[in-house]
């Protein structure tokens, strides 16, 4: 796992695309997220869109997961676009940066 993607398991079928997304830094938090929660994920076109900044816009960047784990990754897709991981602000600050 040296470039962050999770190792190809064959038992676990082939990849298959769970999302795009037209920001490298959405897929690499996506697949952070599914890692997390226990699911392989890894980022595909991430480079080329780095790559031909003023296409990006046209190419976006897959966020795949094997075949076998589509309908858990599916469901936790949905919990973060739901905001269920989302950090509660802690720290009482409601944005104001006064005393």
């Not at 190419?59 to 949905?78: S, W």
Request: charged share 20%.
């Amino acid at each position: 796992m040296s470039n962050g993607n999770s190792a190809f398991d064959p038992a676990l079928g082939d990849w298959q695309t769970l999302t795009t997304v037209f920001t490298p830094t959405e897929a690499f938090v996506l697949r952070g997220v599914l890692q997390a929660a226990g699911v392989p994920a890894a980022v595909a076109d991430a480079h080329l869109v780095q790559a031909h900044g003023l296409l990006a816009a046209a190419i976006p960047v897959r966020v795949l997961v094997p075949e076998r784990c589509v309908d858990q990754a599916r469901e936790v897709l949905a919990e973060f676009e739901r905001g269920d991981f989302a950090l509660d602000d802690e720290d009482g600050n409601d944005g104001d940066n006064g005393p």
